[in-house]
């Protein structure tokens, strides 16, 4: 018996050949870039990762935003870094018209009208003194329940202050973070009754519980004081779930459905395509999968340009349509130079 030499290697033979098969592009356009903005000051380095800053609304910021566009990247997602001083047990900084973030907006606004594409992180743990994405109440002690619980319904509205009070900034998309169940439908109500019916929603729909975020709550000082975010982020154990939770936010009224973090959930994020392909799906590379990859490139362990250009390509590969990632205006500016690991 003879066996064929099949040869899939013809495909592979030069760059050219390489190119016109190549199933995955990644563009600037694919790119939301993720921004700290904060009150006043100077610009602040995030030492947990190198190359981010926290921003004072002004200037530099527009400065950011306006490079990105160059590059083709046209969407921005704003986190608001607010003094702890400042901070209190239901996060109401999160919601003043003339906050962090609700000025930030309108600077963006006013300098580049419709030709960004501006979405703002909606939830409390950045504005609360105790750090949870709800409000802390007393244990539900008939369940022998010691820490105190994270509550659900009254959290709801708060959510939806926020967000209506980023829309009236001039948000294109508001992206609930919390993991509050109902927040969608929460919010979609609140910004139809108040007139913002073409304010949209990205929810982060299926959020797992993750050491991921680590740096992430370094920036923002968001670590929560005391227990943690398993009561509400989804169980990293769980693939399925995440069916449920997308589809939950689709009747909702999500309009852009998000899956975080993107590396270690690769399977998740093509599960969630196939069943959900008519929403676009955003994959969120977060500050723990950046770090990793500058602290090794510092350390001069691996090729930068080239591991990141192969995990963006995964994650849209898997099925993302968008990521936000904090290498966005790097592999921007490397995809303009021509540069192609491929
Ligand atoms: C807050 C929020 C988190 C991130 C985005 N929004 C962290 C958390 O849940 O503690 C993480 C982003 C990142 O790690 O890059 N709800």
């Not at 899939?8 to 600037?28: F, H, N, S, W, Y």
């Not at 504005?127 to 369940?143: A, N, S």
């Not at 991921?212 to 943690?228: H, L």
Request: aromatic share 10%; proline share 5%; with cysteine.
């Amino acid at each position: 018996m003879s066996y064929p030499v099949l040869r899939p290697r013809r495909l592979r033979l030069t760059k050219a050949i390489r190119d016109i098969v190549a199933e995955t592009r990644v563009l600037p356009s694919d790119f939301i870039m993720p921004v700290f903005v904060k009150e006043g000051g100077g610009k602040e380095p995030i030492e947990a990762m190198p190359g981010q800053y926290r921003l004072p609304v002004g200037d530099e910021l527009v400065r950011l935003v306006g490079r990105g566009l160059e590059l083709g990247v046209k969407a921005v997602l704003l986190f608001g870094v607010v003094p702890d001083a400042v901070k209190d047990e239901t996060g109401s900084a999160a919601y003043d018209p003339n906050g962090v973030v609700q000025r930030a907006v309108r600077l963006l606004r006013r300098e580049f009208g419709e030709d960004v594409v501006v979405f703002t992180d909606v939830c409390l743990c950045g504005y609360t003194r105790h750090g949870h994405c709800g409000l802390p109440v007393e244990p539900i002690k008939r369940r022998g329940m010691r820490g105190r619980f994270i509550e659900n319904d009254e959290t709801l509205k708060l959510i939806a202050r926020i967000a209506v009070s980023h829309a009236e900034a001039g948000a294109d998309f508001v992206a609930p973070s919390g993991m509050m169940d109902g927040m969608v439908s929460a919010i979609r109500a609140a910004l139809d009754k108040e007139g913002y019916s073409d304010v949209g929603i990205m929810s982060y729909a299926v959020k797992y519980c993750s050491g991921f975020y680590g740096p992430f709550r370094e920036a923002m000082s968001s670590a929560p004081r005391f227990g943690d975010r398993r009561s509400y982020q989804m169980d990293p154990r769980n693939a399925y779930e995440a069916l449920k939770e997308a589809r939950l936010d689709v009747e909702e009224g999500a309009d852009i459905l998000m899956v975080k973090p993107a590396l270690a959930y690769l399977d998740v994020i093509r599960l969630v395509k196939n069943y959900f392909t008519e929403y676009p799906l955003a994959a969120y590379n977060v500050s723990g999968e950046y770090s990793m990859v500058k602290a090794a490139a510092e350390k001069g362990w691996i090729d930068e340009r080239r591991v990141v250009m192969e995990i963006l390509t995964a994650i849209k590969r898997a099925g993302a349509d968008l990521i936000i990632t904090y290498h966005a205006l790097d592999a921007a500016e490397w995809i303009r130079e021509g540069y192609d690991p491929f």
